[in-house]
């Protein structure tokens, strides 16, 4: 500023030796200045307030514009996702509930019928058994019984053998049969 | 002083006043072209991914944006476009200036008194507009003694009133004195034969710094008109 200050003052001195007096301080001069001043910067500030300016401010506002709609289209997505995940978490949960139960059910229904089965195996076995064991007690006393007869008989044969004497098998038997009271 | 001569290209009056068209006012109206010339053709695409021009229109678009909501708030967007309009007029009109052979409009004091007079009357307006006579406010400091009041209240008026002074003298002197002081050096050049190479490269880094000093002048014109756009909307002191 200084410096410039003393330029200034040299070039003021140098000017008023030439030519009588610095250009800028021509008074004459003036009123052209000013009144083109005031035409081109009136001018351009119409100009750049009522069109330039709205139409670069345009461009900016619309670039923010779509940056923030494009921002919210993606946080809108983002929610959508996370809706869906949570409703297919929901539906899985749901599912394996669901799976569970019918496993539950099955095994359930599975081992009822098993018991049935084995309770239905079980009486049938009893049953037999019970037939079987019957017959046995049949055939022990139809075996006890033929016992007898072949006592008599060898009682028969042996005395035969033994004497020579036919014995009868009423005798026999009567010889055989434990005497009473023994 | 050659360089800062006003031609009349072409005698004109208006309502009595001289209003012949100069080489300022060429420049002048030159420089109107160019910017809204510019903008036009960058902004034709409009496409959402900018292109390199349009890039730039849309940078400087945001740097201004940038320093009036910065310095004065949401409220000051108002008056953006004046603030735009005033940066780049004086930018373009100083680096046209750069150029020889051409004029540069914003060594005339009668021109940067012009705009800062022209800054100073729409913010002590906006002031009013917005504060009435509270505005007077502005020049009683919070915080300040009573009996301090006789000696602030002066130099407060005094300062606020100056602004169009220093706001018009900084660029004015500024541009002046580059190119005066490339003049001055340019002619050493010449003078001075052989050792001329001497004065030769210190015009070219004084170039150098010339453009930086014509787009500093123009950011800090801007700045203060940021700044004074404050104290008239917010009042904060």
């Given amino acids: 500023m200084l410096a410039s200050l003393a330029v200034l003052a040299a070039a003021t001195a140098e000017a008023t030796e030439q030519s009588g007096g610095l250009p800028q301080l021509y008074a004459p001069d003036f009123a052209p200045q000013l009144i083109w001043l005031a035409i081109t910067f009136g001018a351009l500030y119409f100009i750049l307030s009522r069109w330039s300016l709205p139409r670069v401010a345009e461009v900016i506002e619309e670039r923010r514009d779509r940056i923030q709609r494009d921002l919210d289209e993606a946080d809108r997505l983002k929610g959508e996702t996370e809706k869906a995940l949570a409703a297919y978490e929901q539906e899985l949960a749901a599912a394996r509930g ?12 599975l081992a009822a019928e098993v018991d049935q089965e084995r309770a239905r195996a079980d009486s049938q076995v009893n049953a037999k058994l019970e037939d079987a064991e019957k017959r046995i007690g049949q055939m022990k006393s139809k075996a006890l019984a033929q016992v007898n007869e072949i006592a008599t008989e060898t009682a028969g044969a042996v005395v035969e053998k033994l004497i020579g004497a036919e014995v009868s098998a009423e005798e026999a038997r009567r010889a055989l049969e434990p005497v009473p009271g023994e | 002083m050659h360089q800062f001569q006003i031609y009349r290209l072409t005698e004109l009056e208006i309502l009595g006043f001289d209003a012949s068209f100069t080489n300022a006012s060429l420049f002048m109206v030159l420089a109107v072209v160019l910017i809204v010339g510019f903008l036009a053709l960058s902004m034709t695409g409009r496409s959402l991914v900018p292109t390199r021009i349009q890039s730039v229109a849309e940078l400087s678009y945001e740097f201004i944006a940038n320093m009036v909501r910065e310095n004065v708030g949401q409220a000051g967007m108002k008056y953006f476009p004046f603030v735009f309009s005033l940066f780049v007029f004086i930018l373009v009109l100083n680096l046209i200036g750069m150029i020889p052979y051409t004029f540069t409009v914003t060594s005339h004091i009668i021109v940067t008194f012009a705009l800062a007079a022209l800054v100073f009357v729409v913010v002590t307006g906006i002031g009013f507009a917005r504060h009435g006579f509270g505005y007077l406010r502005l020049f009683v400091p919070d915080g300040v003694p009573v009996w301090l009041m006789p000696l602030i209240v002066p ?17 004015f002197a500024n541009m002046m004195a580059g190119h005066t002081m490339l003049k001055v050096f340019a002619g050493f050049v010449v003078s001075l034969g052989v050792f001329g190479i001497a004065p030769l490269l ?21 700045v203060l008109t940021c700044i004074y756009l404050n104290d008239a909307v917010n009042m904060h002191h």
């Fill in chain 2, 202 to 222: 210190f015009t070219i880094a004084f170039t150098g710094l010339e453009f930086v000093v014509a787009i500093l002048q123009a950011f800090i014109f801007t």
């Fill in chain 1, 98 to 109: 669901r799976a569970g139960s019918i496993a539950r059910e099955t095994r359930d229904k």
């Fill in chain 2, 155 to 171: 130099i407060e008026l005094i300062s606020y009133l100056i602004r169009p002074v220093s706001l018009s003298v900084r660029l």
